[in-house]
């Protein structure tokens, strides 16, 4: 079956940096990666995905990078604030059965 | 997106008894699933609530420890049986609709067997 890597486990930087975390997956006919922000106490939220067919795909201050031939894919948040800390979980998929295998998670801390 | 609800919110159980978990959506979803998520770990699925027909479980669960119902589109029962302290987590609901791959999360059941 599929699997899902997810590094770093804990990343800190200062408000105004950028944040990346990294995923790599096993499974080559995986074709749909999202991305996850949880906050203490509430579920997971869908913050961005992207398909196999392009590369990268950005919605403001994040944006979500793909490399079907090495098998991984990058979040990037830009001009991080207080309120990006949060766990961070991607994800993968294949198929229409909408099967999701996580990673492990990130703990992003933003710092003033 | 959904809005998706669960009950309860957080329980507190006694080992050996058992306790039934709802997801509620406001609107007819195809494709409901349940997760569980251990203390600061990540989300493992637990089967797919299929409508009408008996749920499809991941390797490593039961139906005898973790039965599902799913009576409409709207709604979906987990229950937790037979209880244990290795079964304190949070379990969480999520829903997707068939040819979209987007899949939402309820905000979770805390769980914690004593």
């Known amino acids: 079956g599929e699997n899902v890597e997810q590094h770093p486990s804990t990343l800190s930087v200062q408000e105004g940096d950028s944040a990346v975390i990294k995923c790599t997956y096993s499974?080559?006919?995986?074709?749909?990666f999202p991305w996850y922000k949880q906050e203490l106490g509430k579920g997971p939220q869908l913050i961005i995905d992207i398909r196999s067919n392009v590369g990268e795909k950005k919605d403001q201050r994040i944006a979500v990078t793909l490399n079907k031939t090495a098998k991984h894919f990058s979040l990037h948040i830009t001009e991080t604030q207080p309120e990006d800390s949060a766990v961070y979980f991607c994800?993968?998929?294949?198929?229409?059965?909408?099967?999701?295998?996580f990673g492990t998670g990130t703990r992003l801390q933003v710092t003033l | 997106s959904a809005v998706i609800s669960q009950k309860p919110s957080r329980d507190i159980c006694q080992r050996g008894t058992s306790l039934t978990i709802q997801c509620q959506v406001d609107s007819q979803v195809t494709m409901m699933f349940w997760y569980r998520q251990q203390p600061g770990q990540s989300l493992t699925l637990i089967a797919t609530a299929n409508q009408g027909s008996e749920a499809t479980y991941e390797s490593g669960f039961v139906i005898d420890k973790f039965p599902i119902s799913r009576p409409n589109l709207t709604f979906s029962t987990l229950t937790v049986s037979n209880m244990s302290p290795e079964d304190s987590s949070i379990y969480l609901c999520s829903v997707g609709s068939s040819g979209v791959r987007e899949q939402y999360f309820g905000p979770g059941t805390r769980l914690t067997v004593t």
């Open positions: 499974d080559s006919a995986s074709n749909y």
């Open positions: 994800a993968a998929s294949s198929g229409t059965a909408s099967k999701l295998t």
